[in-house]
């Protein structure tokens, strides 16, 4: 049973804005820890932002002030702005749950379920 789903991914030019989303139709949202994540081949999986059960929003500094994550609790989704992309943003990028209890954000090994994700190219 497929848990999470993410969508949205495309390619865009530097500069441009792309917005990621997820929806978990196995497992639902509440009392969980969503976040995004994103790798490239060759590298570890790098935690760019998660949002923890009370609301509370971590950002990883690569991406700081230009990427924004929001669940919306009545279409049950959860969402990445991307602002100002640049070409290294260039990645798979993979929406995550936590079990029920939340361990460090941004760690992936905090999250035991994945989406398969969606691929985003930002060309120069």
């Known amino acids: 049973q497929v848990q999470l789903q993410e969508s949205g991914g495309g390619s865009v030019q530097a500069g441009r804005p792309l917005t990621l989303s997820c929806i978990a139709p196995?497992?639902?949202?509440?009392?969980?820890?969503m976040g995004w994540f994103r790798q490239t081949p060759g590298k570890e999986r790098e935690g760019l932002a998660t949002?923890?059960?009370?609301?509370?929003?971590y950002y990883a500094d690569s991406v700081k002030g230009r990427f924004t994550i929001s669940q919306d609790y009545a279409r049950k989704t959860l969402n990445l702005q991307m602002a100002n992309l640049k070409p290294e943003d260039t990645a798979m990028y993979y929406c995550?749950?936590?079990?029920?209890?939340?361990?460090?954000?941004?760690?992936?090994?905090?999250?035991?379920?994945w989406g398969r994700g969606t691929q985003v190219t930002v060309s120069s």
């Open positions: 995550a749950a936590s079990g029920l209890s939340c361990g460090r954000p941004l760690a992936p090994s905090s999250f035991g379920f």
């Open positions: 196995g497992i639902g949202f509440d009392g969980r820890c």
């Open positions: 949002i923890s059960t009370n609301g509370r929003t």
